[in-house]
């Protein structure tokens, strides 16, 4: 469906933790032949370097001079972003839960952000990207072509998660928690909490498939072409 006579578009997709938004943003940006830029990479990369130089998660000055300090680069590749950090493949680390954690506690810092922040629209500024992540549309790119908030109802987002890490027994009630925590973080921080735009789009997943959900999200893509 890519238009080649068209302005390629800055796509924002935001939402809570197992919406399902890096799935969608990566196969919408297979789709246009666009960039996946996802921000949720760029802190989980931070923090895992945090993790490694034991610095503390409560510490926004050393955690900001960590960040000045870091090269994070995303690769796309047809499997989805290849993550680097200042060299090395951090693709499969960052995905596990320890990272994960750490992200969410290292996001909160204002001035991390604003660095993150700075960073993502220096990517992101020439269009022709699909951007997901929780504050793209209300704080990074305010004046997206697209903005999509992608949401779904907790206990099926749990569901997802649990799935996708393939997590049973005892560690699957540690993992709600761990996300339900999360949400709490994100919905609650001073800087940019996850709320949806003014006017973004809201896609509730909860009783669709992931097909549905592109298919749905393709049609808003269209529509905003045609547009222009």
Avoid: C
């Avoid at 300090?69 to 499969?92: A, F, K, T, W, Y």
């Avoid at 996708?164 to 761990?178: F, H």
């Amino acid at each position: 469906m890519t238009d080649q006579s068209s302005r390629k578009l800055i796509i924002a997709i935001d939402g809570p933790a197992g919406a399902g938004k890096s799935t969608i943003a990566s196969r919408l940006a297979r789709k246009l032949g666009y960039i996946n830029l996802e921000s949720g990479a760029m802190y989980r990369a931070l923090a895992l370097k945090a993790i490694e130089w034991d610095i503390s998660f409560e510490d926004e000055a050393a955690l900001l001079k960590l960040a000045q300090n870091s090269r994070i680069q995303l690769e796309p590749s047809m499997g989805g972003n290849r993550v680097r950090l200042d060299g090395h493949d951090i693709s499969s680390r960052i995905r596990e839960r320890d990272v994960t954690e750490a992200a969410s506690r290292v996001s909160v810092h204002p001035k991390v952000r604003e660095w993150m922040v700075a960073r993502q629209r220096e990517l992101g500024i020439g269009g022709g990207v699909v951007m997901e992540g929780r504050d793209i549309g209300t704080k990074v790119f305010p004046d997206a072509d697209l903005k999509i908030f992608l949401d779904a109802d907790p206990v099926i987002r749990e569901q997802r998660r649990l799935d996708q890490q393939q997590i049973k027994g005892p560690s699957a009630q540690d993992m709600a928690a761990e996300l339900r925590e999360r949400d709490l973080r994100d919905r609650t921080r001073v800087i940019s909490p996850l709320v949806p735009a003014n006017d973004a789009v809201i896609l509730d997943s909860t009783s669709l498939s992931e097909d549905e959900v592109l298919r749905r999200a393709e049609a808003l893509v269209r529509q905003r072409m045609e547009s222009n």
